[in-house]
């Protein structure tokens, strides 16, 4: 193996740091921060022939000991007992991890969005300070998980009580991608423009992040603006600031405006379309009714497939379903099968996702069938789909079956598995039990700030209403309450069509005192965006 070094201009940092911060979990976790002055080297390998046996076994046995340090953690039988147990496990076994290897399986835990056992590793790893040295990027990467589990605010006193000296680009990065996660427009703004102002918005990331805040938020004009100004200051775009772009026109509704786009991008002899690009105008000449072109699109999505992504499979399977060309559904999905030796839940269900709504239920229920037999743990998305196809459908006693057999596989329904279950329920009048299945999507894993369809709410109102169910309604509206529901705009929006003295006249008197008292004008905008959230990684 020949490798070639190429320096890179020096630059002066300064001497190495220690602080404490407190974390959310409520311990006291030392961070050490190093950083030196030295060279910048880019390393490039070019490999000839294999030289040493031995160098490839140690190559694997790396690999396959930060995966078994990620499998014990993923899979504990006690997750309360935290990542900590696994990692102290280990030591006593004699098995040391390195810091790399357990960066590794943090960035792992991340991809599968188990934030919890990932800052876990890093607090794990603060209290060693005499074995691990963390940098800013491992700062903000903790930064990124304290907000997704704790909160902008945890985020924030965090990021306050960082020395200044350590708070680079990285930290700033961070934050603001938790604001743009929280959609906060107005913190997210002032951020960007203090970044301006330090000298950190001088590459496409943080203009990358803020013009996904604006997706969010569907204003799609500021994605131009953002554009603009990085043309003006000599930033270039990278392949997600047009990627952006190009979702920003389609989603203005200008098919000629996204190929404007994508015709300069082909003239960016630094840029060259990934399957992303492509998934991105498939998807947008589908919402714009240009199926043509979309398929177009999805035959050049197929030939940037690389290595062993199983990402561009599963948007292909969907994309496909969404044209309604079922022969390429099963076309590409035997591709999927014959490249990889197993495929993971996130296949399946977009596989039986894709084959639902073209209607093509029987295959579903098939490819449903075979997950079944190999799968390693139960999704309950994925029955899910054929759950809600059966509610709308009107077979309301084959989705109670499949929730049946939820059951039977010894796994847990979520939020949405019970609300469809309501959704039958109140399509066949059973306002009680659709206030039960309410209650207990309210107590699922995972329903944290969970909230029923604003449409299922006003179904069940109106049914209430007409039928003079004091209890249920009374029921619901308490639910409502618990729920936070007054305080959301889309529900202010679907309450204020009924009558104010319906919702609050015939319930108890607590109920009717100001700890409740709904204000359309005061209450807080906390509508969810229904587009997909674009996601970026931080300090990785």
């Known amino acids: 193996m020949v490798l070639q070094s190429i320096a890179a201009p020096p630059y002066s940092l300064p001497s190495s ?47 396959l000991k930060w995966k078994n340090i990620y499998k014990r953690i993923s899979f504990m039988e006690n997750p309360e007992m935290g990542a900590a147990t696994v990692l102290d496990e280990c030591e006593n076994e004699g098995k040391k991890p390195t810091k790399w290897e357990l960066r590794r399986v943090v960035r792992e835990l991340r991809k599968f969005k188990k934030y919890k056992p990932a800052l876990e590793v890093y607090e794990w790893m603060n209290t060693r300070t005499d074995r691990f040295t963390l940098f800013g990027s491992d700062a903000a990467i903790q930064l990124d998980l304290i907000a997704k589990l704790h909160g902008i605010s945890s985020a924030e006193d965090y990021f306050f009580r960082m020395p200044g000296a350590l708070k680079d680009k990285r930290i700033y990065g961070a934050l603001l991608n938790a604001y743009v996660g929280a959609k906060m427009r107005e913190k997210g703004e002032s951020l960007m423009q203090e970044m301006r102002h330090k000298g950190y918005a ?120 969404s044209v309604g060309n079922k022969e390429e559904v099963f076309r590409i999905w035997s591709i999927y099968k014959s490249v990889f030796p197993s495929i993971i839940n996130g296949g399946y269900h977009a596989m039986i996702s894709s084959l639902v709504r073209i209607g093509e239920i029987e295959g579903a229920e098939t490819i449903y069938e075979e997950w079944m037999s190999v799968k390693s ?23 109670k079956s499949l929730f049946n057999h939820i059951a039977e596989a010894g796994a847990k329904p979520n939020s949405a598995t019970w609300e ?74 679907v309450l204020s069509g009924f009558d104010s003295g319906m919702l609050f006249g015939d319930v108890t008197e607590e109920s009717t005192t100001s700890r409740y008292k709904f204000d359309i004008d005061d209450a807080n905008d ?13 300090a990785e």
């Open 17 to 63: 740091i220690s602080y404490s911060l407190s974390l959310p979990s409520g311990s006291r976790s030392v961070i050490s921060i190093r950083t030196i002055s030295a060279p910048i080297y880019r390393i490039t390998c070019s490999v000839s022939r294999v030289d040493s046996q031995e160098t490839l076994y140690y190559e694997r046995r790396t690999t």
């Open 202 to 321: 001088m590459h496409p990331l943080p203009y990358n992040v803020m013009m996904t805040l604006y997706m969010k938020l569907k204003d799609y004009d500021n994605v131009d603006l953002l554009i603009s100004e990085m043309k003006q200051k000599g930033i270039p775009l990278d392949i997600y600031s047009y990627n952006i772009w190009l979702s920003a026109r389609g989603f203005h509704g200008s098919v000629e405006g996204m190929e404007e786009v994508f015709e300069e991008m082909k003239l960016n002899t630094s840029i060259n379309p990934s399957w992303t690009t492509f998934s991105t105008m498939a998807s947008m000449y589908i919402r714009l009714g240009q199926l043509g072109k979309a398929e177009e699109c999805l035959k050049r999505l197929e030939t940037r497939i690389m290595g062993q992504d199983r990402m561009p499979y599963h948007y292909l399977i969907s994309l496909y379903g």
């Open 377 to 399: 743990t139960y999704d309950p998305k994925i029955a899910n789909l054929l759950m809600g196809w059966f509610v709308k459908e009107g077979k309301f006693e084959k989705a």
């Open 420 to 493: 469809i279950l309501a959704e039958g329920h109140i399509r066949e009048r059973g306002m009680s039990e659709a206030v039960s299945c309410f209650k207990e999507a309210a107590s699922a894993p995972g329903s944290k700030n969970w909230m029923p369809k604003p449409v299922n709410v006003s179904a069940m109102l109106e049914l209430c209403e007409r039928e003079g169910d004091r209890l249920s309604k009374e029921s619901l509206i308490e639910l409502l309450r618990n729920f936070g529901c007054f305080q959301d705009e889309t529900y202010r929006s």
């Open 526 to 538: 906390q509508t969810e965006n229904e587009e997909s959230e674009m996601q970026w990684s931080i």
